[in-house]
């Protein structure tokens, strides 16, 4: 079984500046997968990065990285130079490496973009 | 458009009445996922197929839902007797089991109303 903790509801941000939303997963598996997904108002889901956890080496794209401590079971996203249409719900996800379940998602952070 | 899609987008009906949902995955992927997502939550999964073959079921799917993949296609998702607490966002979400890092795309979902 895995749990996925993202312990703020809310965030807000300056257009141009820097945010970093949280996430802590708890899992019994070796092998699996860290995700963080957009949900814009219009609701369909997006995939903004992933995180194989064998590999040591934060993932990047473009505005998008991820900050993982395996030991500490966190994964945080940074995004640099926020725009407008970063605004929407983010939800941080598991998934064993076997793909033999569905994504375990958190509750979502709301990030709000102030022009 | 080559993503995954859903219908109807919106289903209004009464409590007890059966609905049925559909869900197209991208004609590739062997793999299809069944979330509900209400508001305010990360979505939730309910069941998976790989191929035809229904592989997972969450216990949140009870004996009223009903899940198919005929031939390893479209899949469907029935609710029998419809309850108020079933209003929710269905969401399906399908990838492909070679690819190696479990990579899901999500359809916009169908999003039901229970009265």
């Known amino acids: 079984a895995q749990t996925v903790t993202q312990s703020q509801p809310e965030m807000s941000v300056q257009e141009a500046e820097t945010v970093t939303l949280s996430c802590t997963y708890d899992?019994?598996?070796?092998?699996?997968?860290l995700f963080w997904y957009k949900q814009p108002p219009s609701r369909q889901m997006i995939l903004v990065i992933r995180q194989e956890a064998y590999k040591q080496q934060n993932a990047t794209e473009n505005r998008f990285s991820v900050n993982f401590q395996k030991a500490a079971k966190s994964f945080s996203l940074k995004i640099s130079d926020s725009q407008l249409g970063d605004a929407a719900m983010y939800f941080c996800?598991?998934?064993?490496?076997?793909?033999?379940?569905?994504?375990?998602f958190g509750k979502g952070t709301h990030l709000i973009i102030q022009p | 458009d080559t993503g995954v899609s859903q219908d109807p987008r919106h289903k209004i009906t009464k409590r007890g009445q059966n609905v049925t949902f559909r869900c197209d995955p991208i004609?590739?992927?062997?793999?299809l996922y069944w979330y509900r997502q209400t508001l305010g939550q990360g979505p939730e999964f309910l069941t998976y197929?790989?191929?035809?073959?229904?592989?997972?079921k969450s216990r949140l799917l009870s004996d009223r839902f009903s899940a198919e993949r005929p031939k390893g296609s479209f899949s469907t998702l029935e609710i029998q007797r419809t309850e108020q607490g079933d209003s929710a966002m269905y969401l399906c979400?399908?990838?492909?089991?070679?690819?190696?890092?479990?990579?899901?795309?999500f359809g916009p979902g169908t999003r039901l109303t229970v009265l």
């Open positions: 979400a399908s990838s492909f089991s070679g690819a190696g890092h479990n990579e899901q795309f």
């Open positions: 899992t019994s598996e070796s092998d699996y997968y």
């Open positions: 004609s590739e992927h062997n793999r």
């Open positions: 996800a598991c998934h064993s490496g076997g793909g033999a379940d569905g994504l375990t």
């Open positions: 197929f790989q191929n035809e073959a229904q592989l997972e």
